[in-house]
């Protein structure tokens, strides 16, 4: 597995994760017939975690620096 994902984008996938993972669990949320959409959050996370993405491999992006 090539990395694709730069250092910017790996926070802002673990921030966007955390929230909606949060969102699922519900802390600090409100209780809604939704929170199970927050376990969406799973997938933004693992990319921020192992710095590749299936999806940027697929339409060919890279937000890695360049060394």
Do not use: E, H, Q
């Amino acid at each position: 597995m090539t990395k694709n994902v730069g250092s910017l984008d790996r926070l802002l996938r673990i921030i966007v994760g955390l929230t909606l993972i949060a969102y699922a669990i519900p802390i600090g949320f409100p209780s809604t017939g939704w929170n199970w959409v927050g376990w969406i959050g799973v997938i933004p996370l693992l990319t921020a975690i192992f710095s590749t993405c299936p999806a940027y491999s697929i339409l060919g992006v890279n937000s890695c620096s360049k060394p």
